[in-house]
């Protein structure tokens, strides 16, 4: 009997789903939050397919430059679907429903490709440096063998430093009700249901934000650092701008997935009282979207072979070649 009553305990303490709240405080306004979600999500899917399109289909984007940013579409694609089609049905439909194991699922998901995303603009970054610091040997050295190599690499990165996540959280007992107030499965959103101990989850989260976003960072500065002084040692001021005008559209994806990420992260921990949580949710989905959304409108824009490229298939011409950066 006595093992039993322990074994129902155990079950009553791993919930068979959860129910995501949406934007608490926001209910009434679930179906016009909607539409701006619903329409940045087209427009991720088909900004980053149609990169992924040209890119394979256009020779003259067969570069390293183009592989990487092929990566970032893929990361951008993953981080849409991953999150953004259960927002909409809790909006439209109210099905709030998940599963544990689909909650374990999208929470592995979410954070493995929010790393990979750090991690190809990290590469993105370097690839940067070798194009203006190293013209010469910029072939030489970025071979598609080594773009692989190092794609796999930060995928693999990812992969094993969020895996632990998802069984640190599935051990945890839960006891606090089964309501995450989130539109997705968030790592501390859904610790914090837990009646256990939960010091190690948050250990680990900062363990994992550091050897991430933070040497990520670090390396996206030290490129750019040493961008900088060798642009500033070119003779002529067209070179100059046309250095800098390569790095433009990196830049802008930079902003666009940093800036989201770092308002919640210092607003967590210096406003969290004064800011609704509301603002919390929708901060963090932007940070999910935004990226999404404007890395194939820049790239578009501020990329002379790929708008040359959308140009010419738009026209249906065949004459006109796209020139090299």
Not at 282 to 294: D, G, H, K, S
Request: proline share 5%; with cysteine.
């Amino acid at each position: 009997m006595r093992l039993v009553m322990l074994m129902l305990n155990q079950t009553d303490l791993s919930p068979a789903l959860f129910i995501l709240n949406g934007v608490p405080g926001l209910e009434d306004m679930h179906i016009w939050i909607s539409f701006p979600f619903c329409s940045m999500c087209v427009l991720a899917m088909v900004g980053n397919c149609g990169l992924l399109y040209l890119i394979r289909c256009e020779d003259s984007l067969h570069r390293p430059m183009y592989y990487f940013l092929a990566m970032l579409s893929l990361t951008d694609l993953v981080m849409c679907s991953s999150t953004i089609p259960k927002a909409l049905s809790i909006f439209w439909f109210h099905l709030k429903e998940i599963s544990f194991d689909e909650c374990l699922v999208q929470m592995f998901f979410i954070h493995t490709f929010t790393g990979m995303e750090s991690g190809v603009l990290m590469l993105m970054a370097l690839d940067r440096y070798v194009a203006i610091c190293y013209p010469l040997h910029y072939s030489a050295i970025l071979t598609n063998p080594v773009i692989a190599k190092v794609g796999l690499t930060t995928f693999l990165r990812a992969v094993i430093l969020i895996i632990p996540f998802t069984f640190l959280t599935k051990n945890l007992p839960y006891c606090k009700g089964n309501i995450i107030l989130h539109t997705y499965c968030d790592h501390m959103s859904v610790a914090k249901l837990s009646c256990g101990n939960v010091k190690v989850n948050a250990i680990y989260g900062l363990m994992v934000a550091l050897l991430i976003g933070d040497f990520d960072i670090l390396c996206i500065t030290i490129s750019y650092t040493m961008i900088l002084r060798a642009v500033v040692k070119l003779s002529s001021a067209d070179a100059r701008q046309k250095a800098f005008s390569t790095c433009t559209a990196h830049i802008c994806a930079i902003i666009f997935s940093y800036s989201p990420a770092f308002f919640s992260f210092f607003s967590h921990r210096f406003g969290g009282h004064m800011i609704p949580p509301s603002c919390h949710i929708i901060v963090a989905n932007i940070y999910l979207l935004l990226p999404p959304t404007m890395n194939p409108v820049v790239y578009g824009v501020k990329t002379k072979q790929i708008r040359d490229c959308v140009l010419r298939i738009l026209s249906g011409s065949e004459d006109t070649k796209p020139q090299s950066i």
